[in-house]
């Protein structure tokens, strides 16, 4: 299928590891994207890996593509209130960015 | 800088009555342009595309309409609203190519009663 799939929920207590996962479809995808939602606005692109890149750093957060199961995570290292929002998975066909369902991350304090 | 508006942000609508929203980019040219719905409940789910002016994607078959008439305006449209129609509809762009960040405007959303 065409599905990008995600969960929709996660929660967490602030300061603990937070780690989203997601499935695409599309072995050719050359990006694969992270964005993040706060409550009514448009998406923001939090991070992104190459499909030749098995993991990439940026500060807190940490991707992890495993190609061989198309499988792709976002771990928030020290989550904070501030990370409440959804996270998008998306991958790039072509000219579309095909996006999941989107997880929506609690943070308890 | 690029900056890309999106408007109006938010709308009630009839059953049945017309609808156009409107995206404009500006501090770029030739780019690629999206609309996207978001539904409650649901993922966000791709409704067209544009790859240069006039020239327009249709991906999920349903009574909206979209049209590109300058190279930096794209316009959603439909002639007769339907319940299901309600949603968040967010307009994005990115440079002309394949693949790349796409810049999303603040959304509109549109509630047909």
């Known amino acids: 299928g065409e599905d990008v799939e995600q969960s929709l929920f996660l929660s967490v207590r602030e300061g603990d590891s937070s780690v989203i996962n997601c499935t695409y479809t599309?072995?050719?995808?050359?990006?694969l994207y992270w964005y993040k939602q706060e409550p009514g606005a448009g998406l923001q692109l939090l991070t992104y890996i190459f499909s030749n890149m098995d993991m990439k750093q940026d500060q807190r957060l940490t991707v992890l593509l495993n190609k061989k199961d198309k499988h792709l995570s976002l771990r928030i290292a020290d989550t904070q209130t501030g990370d409440s929002a959804i996270y998008f998975c998306a991958e790039s066909r072509w000219f579309k960015t095909i996006f999941g369902a989107g997880t929506r991350l609690f943070v308890k304090a | 800088s690029q900056t890309i508006h999106q408007w109006p942000a938010t709308l009630v609508q009839p059953v049945g009555s017309p609808l156009s929203l409107e995206c404009t980019v500006e501090g770029t040219s030739n780019p690629n342009l999206y609309w996207y719905r978001q539904a409650a409940g649901r993922g966000l789910q791709l409704l067209f595309y544009s790859v240069g002016i006039g020239q327009i994607s249709s991906e999920v078959p349903q009574n909206l309409s979209a049209s590109r008439p300058q190279d930096r305006q794209f316009i959603l449209s439909s002639k007769k609203l339907l319940l299901s129609d309600s949603g968040f509809y967010l307009c994005a762009w990115r440079p002309s190519g394949e693949g790349g960040e796409l810049f999303f405007g603040e959304g509109s959303r549109l509630t047909v009663l």
């Open positions: 599309d072995s050719s995808s050359t990006y």
